[in-house]
């Protein structure tokens, strides 16, 4: 009894400490809303369903399944290295501010290497840095911080792209309006086999009611809402 109630507070201290440090992420970009809650339900539903294919089978299990819902939510923990006058500028960023906005994934790495160095090698915390560092990787090979191609890139990786993506399109920007749920599904298929690992995003359409069901749900606001369906 002892040893559960244990397992149950580290599993808790866990849990409270990956949401702290999400929480301070979103608390430095005034654009992300419920952008993390809704990644990481977009990933919970990804996963389910990839564990069947083929592919994916020997890639994700339950318990895999589980912690990258987990890790999800630090996938842009590095923005909290990206200087504030670019990470909150209320415009499109120039191609220099670009670049510099392109090293979070190298700081989000590298901090959870850090902390991956202090605590030991764990499942979590590898999960987690894969996400982190390679979300921006493109199938074609087009993408950052490597320009990783193909089955180059992580899994985690392959899954939270198409996840945030999603997101960023259904959501409104500075720089940009909230697309319709219908015109983000478009780019979606449009990116398929270059932008997108094309098993994911095949889970994703098959997926495509219960996509929009959550960013429905967790719409940052009655206008997002509206438009997902317009």
Not at 39 to 63: G, W
Not at 72 to 79: V, W
Not at 95 to 115: N, P, T, V, W
């Amino acid at each position: 009894k002892k040893v559960e109630e244990r397992t149950r507070e580290l599993v808790l201290t866990q849990d409270v400490t990956i949401q702290s440090l999400a929480s301070l992420a979103e608390t430095r970009d005034n654009e992300t809303g419920a952008h993390i809650q809704r990644t990481q339900n977009y990933v919970s539903l990804l996963t389910l369903r990839l564990m069947n294919v083929p592919n994916y089978i020997a890639e994700i299990d339950p318990t895999t399944a589980q912690l990258l819902h987990k890790s999800a939510s630090l996938h842009d923990i590095g923005k909290v290295g990206v200087p504030d006058s670019i990470l909150l500028k209320p415009g499109k960023l120039t191609s220099e501010e670009f670049e510099e906005m392109k090293k979070h994934a190298i700081y989000g790495r590298d901090a959870l290497q850090r902390a991956e160095k202090a605590l030991g090698s764990n499942s979590f915390l590898r999960l987690a840095k894969e996400i982190a560092y390679s979300h921006h990787e493109k199938w074609d090979g087009s993408g950052y911080p490597e320009g990783l191609r193909g089955e180059e890139i992580p899994v985690p990786g392959r899954i939270m792209a198409i996840a945030d993506v999603y997101d960023a399109l259904i959501c409104k920007r500075v720089y940009k309006p909230a697309f319709p749920h219908k015109k983000a599904i478009e780019i979606i298929k449009e990116g398929r086999g270059t932008h997108f690992c094309p098993d994911v995003t095949d889970a994703f359409l098959v997926l495509e009611k219960h996509i929009l069901k959550v960013a429905h749900t967790l719409a940052d606001s009655e206008e997002e809402r509206e438009a997902l369906g317009s």
